[in-house]
């Protein structure tokens, strides 16, 4: 399964990086073809980021989404990982798990062991 995630700041890549598993960065043209897991950080208040919004937007890459990561900060409170509890209330795919900023080896190797079993 490979994973699609968006990062603006970097972190998310970076965590994303640490996974070392086959990933495509989100932008406005990408279109996904195959099963993937979402990786998404929070940003503005919980909701989801835009360019996120935008390749959910498109038929092809909702229909391939299997579940969701969010990525985010404690120190927001309830708006940590908001957005993945959006898009899988929205788009109803479980959401798989939530980290903070770029992870921690606990993380990466949860992850990595979901992604075999998701």
Request: aromatic share 10%; charged share 25%.
């Amino acid at each position: 399964m490979i994973v699609a995630y968006y990062s603006l700041t970097g972190n998310t890549k970076t965590f994303v990086d640490k996974l070392g598993v086959e990933s495509v960065c989100i932008d406005k043209n990408v279109k996904v073809d195959t099963d993937y897991i979402l990786i998404t950080p929070t940003y503005s208040g919980g909701r989801p980021p835009k360019p996120v919004i935008d390749f959910l937007g498109h038929r092809q890459n909702r229909k391939h989404l299997r579940g969701v990561i969010g990525a985010g900060n404690r120190n927001f409170f309830a708006d940590f990982g908001a957005a993945a509890n959006s898009i899988s209330d929205k788009l109803g795919v479980p959401l798989l798990y939530k980290f903070e900023i770029t992870g921690n080896e606990k993380d990466v190797n949860n992850i990595r062991r979901g992604l075999n079993e998701w």
